[in-house]
């Protein structure tokens, strides 16, 4: 019977680390730089130095570790082999492989950063006591994943749950960072919102608000006027409730999970921000689907480690 294993969680400036016993309970947790010369050659390495310097410390065996899940920012096919992580450098490698090695022989499974994350949040955090959900992480970009019967849907190009992605507006004339137009991230981001509310100022200039004192009015900025009742704040806000009540309906017409979680910095707005998205996610969404639960992530930065080290735990 194994008693341990670990979750890392690959980003690009830090690679964060947990020891967990198989239970799931988080025992310590820890972070190493993300070396990202030479193409990120030394993070694997570096990786496996720090897991077995941690079994020296603890005087754990080899045998006593189930193994190592790790969420990594790329696609992943077949849990085990990356298909480019730009912002760490890598390009095609078999990450499973090539780590198992460096660990002596311990099991690892891969998997995406954002569906890992999501993984994370069905079994420890906002998705708890359900199977099928869906995460939708809003931060400098949209992230996603979907858990459907406990697994993560990864796709067959590795691409599953790039929510962020989809086309929610075909009159966009502005590229996303993807290259194409009319993206979810371009509204719906921390990023996309300010762009958002730069653009409502151009075009209403006679309309009075405390978001003109900004230079780049932050999403924070936006949701906090919003919170104090400013009606411009109110007009941007609704519009980033429209755009993601409508995304998150064209995902629901298509995996009708039992519930959406919602992480990243712009969930931080809270259940402001989720009364905005119910409302017009239930304009949206097909009939049937109106009551799906949307709730706020728990886990925070920590919803990788618990997500990637589930995949070696299994159920």
Sequence with gaps: M???AFGVDVGGTTVKIGLFNVAGDLLEKWEIPTVKDRNGAQILPDIAASILKKLDDRDIEKDDVAGVGIGV???VLRESIVNRCVNV???IRDVAAELSEALGGLPVKVGNDANVAALGEMWKGGGKGHRNIVMVTLG?????GIIINGRIVSGNFG???EIGHMCVNHAETERCNCGRRGCLEQYASATGISRLAKAYL???P???TPLRKKENPSARDVFDAYRDGDAVATAIAEQVGDYLGRGLANVADVVDPEAFVIGGGVSKAGKILIDLIRKYYQQYVFHTSTETEIALAELGNDAGIYGSVRMILGD
């Design 140 to 144: 400098t970009g949209v992230g996603g």
């Design 206 to 208: 006679d309309e009075e």
């Design 73 to 75: 920012p790329g696609a």
């Design 202 to 204: 151009k075009a209403h």
């Design 89 to 91: 450098g890598w390009g």
């Design 2 to 4: 194994k008693t341990y």
């Design 159 to 161: 691409a599953g749950g």
